[in-house]
């Protein structure tokens, strides 16, 4: 419940946005590529303008996610690191009770 209001208290407002600037930005737009000659067709796109916006948001939402996974990689290591270390743990504990188990199997009652 508290993850759908989330939702639509971030997305909808985000999705609202999004609609009115495709609407208001649809005249068509040339994007230069070549800084010594702009009026070069071969390095240029035309499209309308909020594709260039919706590009840009794409772009950066990958390089965040990108420079985000890379930054914690580190503690994605010591997760694994632990983790077979605590596998490894497991089994020692393991054999120990199955030892403890056969130690005690083998002696017997005193007899009165």
Do not use: C
């Amino acid at each position: 419940m508290t993850r759908k209001l989330i939702n639509i208290l971030i997305l909808l407002p985000i999705a609202i946005v999004l609609i009115v600037l495709s609407v208001a930005n649809r005249d068509s737009v040339t994007l230069a590529l070549n800084p010594f000659d702009p009026s070069d067709t071969l390095l240029s796109v035309s499209a309308p303008f909020f594709v260039f916006l919706f590009a840009a948001v794409i772009v950066g939402m990958i390089i965040g996610s990108l420079a985000t996974w890379f930054r914690q990689g580190k503690y994605r290591k010591k997760a694994r690191t632990e983790a077979r270390e605590a596998v490894r743990w497991h089994t020692e504990a393991d054999k120990q009770r199955e030892r403890a188990e056969t130690v005690i199997g083998h002696k017997t009652l005193p007899s009165s």
